[in-house]
């Protein structure tokens, strides 16, 4: 069959790539102990499978309005009111299964051709893959080290031009860990003050798993509800990757629009997935503290361990549950150390560059495992850097 063009635009997310090696090499007998895959380890609290269970039971079995079921997109509009102290409604609610499709309903519904996109390098590879997809410009916005992997802001003013429509933000973030700090978040928004037109994509999937602080976003920010969608999702902070759960928070008008997307593509979210997310909102939250509570553990062992690593240095991340360590002082390029860990030490983590061209350098270990298997990778990796 004869592809279309834009197919060749199409990027994609190197840890399911890596995975199936790692299950392949697993099938020949070989241990690997997974740090590359970004989900949870945890189970679904009990108290939300209860919930699912019981929807499935008493009828969520159908078809549901587009923009999601009132009773979920309305324990939504609570959350979000009171976690990012904003009005918001119901009417501002689009459920989407997971939190993925709100990237690329947003950049569908925003972006025309040669219209410029910035995202944050490196970052969740579907956001670059999505806006290029679409016939925009994908225009990176750097990362450091030495900015502890938040956005410069100053940066993202030199970048901004007349034909910028988009740009997307992610804190904490994925690979990183890195979290946007009160007064780059504040200094940012007096920056966009200059650029009316330009929309903004706040991804927000990790904001709950943060280790230090509290989280910001551009949200709480005076006349910024009229041009951010916020992005945020149940796959992390509930351990329900599987389910696919998650939303859009953004201008009624447009969530008018996403949900025509909706209307498209998916019909709509799983019903009973819905009924699920309106128990994990509405429940109680013990077990999502605890799972927190072991990420950070989990986190300061594999901070710890990697900088006890020849070559290797490692910032330790105030959210997320990924580290970034930078791996240069071992002479090796980041796609070699990647592959050779998986099949020489047994160890599945990413180069830095799965994440963009300014991931080189560095890789990226996820830390939802646990100590017992983080402990096992850290010695593999030791001797293997010897
Ligand atoms: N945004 C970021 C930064 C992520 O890392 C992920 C998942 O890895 C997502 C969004 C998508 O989450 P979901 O599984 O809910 O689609």
Known sequence: MQLAGRMSRLGTETAFEVLARARALEAQGKNVVHLEIGEPDFDTPAHVIDAGVEALRTGFTH????????????????????????????ANVVVTPGGKPVMFFAMLALVDEGDEVLYPNPGFPIYESMIRFCG?????VPLRESRQFSVDVEEIASLLTDRTRLLILNSP???????????????????????????????????????????????????????????DGFSKTYAMTGWRLGYGVMP???????????????????????????????????????????????????????????????????????????????GIPAKDLQS???????????????????????????????LENIHEAL????????
Request: proline residues 5%; neutral net charge; aromatic residues 8%.
């Open 63 to 90: 078809y549901g309005p587009s923009p999601g079921i009132p009773q979920l997109r309305e324990a939504i509009a609570e959350h979000v009111a009171r976690t990012r102290k904003i009005d918001c409604r119901p």
């Open 136 to 140: 925009g410009k994908a225009v990176p």
């Open 173 to 231: 973030q994925n690979p990183t860990g890195g979290v946007m700090p009160k007064e780059d978040v504040a200094a940012l928004v007096e920056v966009l003050r200059k650029w009316p037109n330009v929309a903004v994509l706040s991804d927000e999937i990790y904001s709950d798993i943060l280790y230090e602080g509290e989280h910001h976003s551009v949200l709480q920010h005076e006349g910024m509800s009229e041009r951010t969608i916020l992005l």
């Open 252 to 330: 009624e008008a447009f969530a008018a629009q996403i949900a025509r997307l909706q209307t498209n593509s998916t019909s709509c979210t799983a019903t009973f997935t819905q009924m699920a997310g309106v128990a994990a909102l509405r429940g109680d939250h013990g077990a999502v503290r605890a799972m927190i509570e072991a990420f950070r553990q989990r986190r300061d062992a594999i901070v710890d361990g990697l900088n006890a690593v020849p070559g290797f240095r490692c910032l330790r991340p105030k959210g997320a549950f990924y580290v970034f360590p930078n791996v240069e002082g071992t």
């Open 340 to 370: 050779r860990l998986l099949e020489e030490a047994g160890v599945a983590c990413l180069a830095g560059t799965a994440f963009g061209a300014h991931g080189e350098g560095y890789l990226r270990f996820s830390y939802a495992n646990s």
């Open 379 to 386: 010695s593999r990796i030791r001797k293997f850097v010897g």
